[in-house]
């Protein structure tokens, strides 16, 4: 009984040093992959220059995109950077080979005649190897659009902030330290980078690239225009954050009245293919030359381009940007 009882107390002791050497590893790498961050934020632009923050992001890749492939991995590392993920484009394009290679594979394996293998082939994995892609610009918009929504409260607390005393440095760092993720995390680099040293101008820059949203390129150039010319600050951020919650209420209006539109584009996408899956069911034999003849299948494929371009066309007229 003794024997079981040290054992046991052993197994315990031992699962115990485990878990505190994995905290103590865990919190060791949390405070390396911070320090990482801050000093990437001021290394990552080795030149100073001056920059239209007006302008678009677009416009501001510089000499990097001397040459095709050096424009994708400026874009991919731009992509990957907005949607707060932490792969690499390497990543990225090896992801994008292996689901490229899986969708080749699979396609040997669907039961039909034509088009010729190779061209099926190409054609699934294409869809496949787009589909970690599509994740990464999903995860990037729904990233942006939480940092759109942040803004103004962000822009208020920098204005009370500054209202009761505080230097724009310390309220920054506040701003940083309240706001939750993802916009505290994008004014603690903010932060960070100009405590390291760098000028207030590259800072907000290098802030600019990292949140791509217009609201964003207003707000650093108010904060260097009133650097350069003075007056009160914290009144032009409280107006600007009222200016971007009217921009929302506005965007709330037009989706509601684009609603019918988004909803008839769906309709429209699923009824075909829902009476196509009902009478298949229901009269297999109804749609038998449609799949075993070459006319039939062909109009088949017509048939999808047609409502994948009318999806896009109609999505393409009810959105609206505001």
């Known amino acids: 009984m003794s024997t079981v009882v040290a054992l046991c107390f052993l197994v315990i002791f031992a699962l115990l040093l485990f878990s505190?050497?994995?905290?103590?590893?865990?919190?060791?790498?949390?405070?390396?992959?911070?320090?990482?961050?801050?000093?990437?934020?001021?290394?990552?632009?080795?030149?100073?220059?001056?920059?239209?923050?007006?302008?678009?992001?677009?416009?501001?890749?510089?000499?990097?995109?001397?040459?095709?492939?050096?424009?994708?991995?400026?874009?991919?590392?731009?992509?990957l950077s907005e949607s707060g993920l932490d792969w690499t484009p390497t990543r990225l394009a090896a992801t994008m080979g292996v689901a490229f290679m899986i969708g080749a594979i699979a396609s040997a394996f669907i039961p039909v005649e034509s088009p010729p293998l190779a061209l099926r082939a190409f054609a699934a994995g294409l869809c496949t190897g787009a589909a970690p892609l599509w994740y990464v610009n999903r995860k990037r918009g729904k990233r942006i659009d939480a940092l759109e929504a942040q803004l103004p409260d962000a822009l208020d607390f920098l204005a009370r902030s500054m209202r009761a005393g505080h230097a724009f440095a310390i309220s920054l760092e506040m701003v940083g330290?309240?706001?939750?993720?993802?916009?505290?995390?994008?004014?603690?680099?903010?932060?960070?980078?100009?405590?390291?040293?760098?000028?207030?101008?590259?800072?907000?820059a290098s802030f600019a690239r990292r949140v791509p949203i217009t609201d964003v390129r207003f707000f650093n150039s108010a904060v260097l225009l009133q650097r350069q010319t003075g007056g009160n600050l914290s009144e032009i951020l409280n107006r600007l954050s009222h200016i971007i919650r009217e921009r929302f209420r506005l965007k709330g209006q037009v989706r509601a009245v684009?609603?019918?539109?988004?909803?008839?584009?769906?309709?429209?996408?699923?009824?075909?293919?829902?009476?196509?899956?009902?009478?298949?069911?229901?009269?297999?034999?109804?749609?038998?030359p449609m799949f075993h003849t070459p006319i039939g299948r062909k109009l088949l494929m017509a048939g999808a381009v047609a409502m994948i371009i009318g999806n896009m066309v109609i999505r393409k007229i009810v959105k609206i940007k505001v």
Do not use: C, W
Request: net charge neutral.
């Open 20 to 79: 505190i050497s994995f905290a103590l590893r865990f919190y060791e790498n949390k405070r390396r992959k911070k320090l990482v961050s801050m000093l990437r934020t001021v290394t990552e632009n080795g030149e100073e220059r001056h920059v239209n923050l007006l302008i678009d992001n677009g416009g501001m890749r510089g000499d990097a995109e001397g040459s095709m492939v050096d424009g994708i991995i400026v874009r991919f590392t731009r992509i």
């Open 177 to 204: 330290e309240e706001i939750h993720e993802p916009l505290g995390q994008e004014f603690r680099a903010l932060f960070n980078e100009q405590n390291l040293g760098a000028s207030l101008d590259r800072s907000l």
């Open 258 to 288: 684009s609603a019918h539109g988004r909803l008839t584009a769906t309709i429209l996408t699923i009824l075909p293919l829902a009476t196509l899956g009902g009478l298949m069911v229901t009269s297999p034999s109804y749609l038998d």
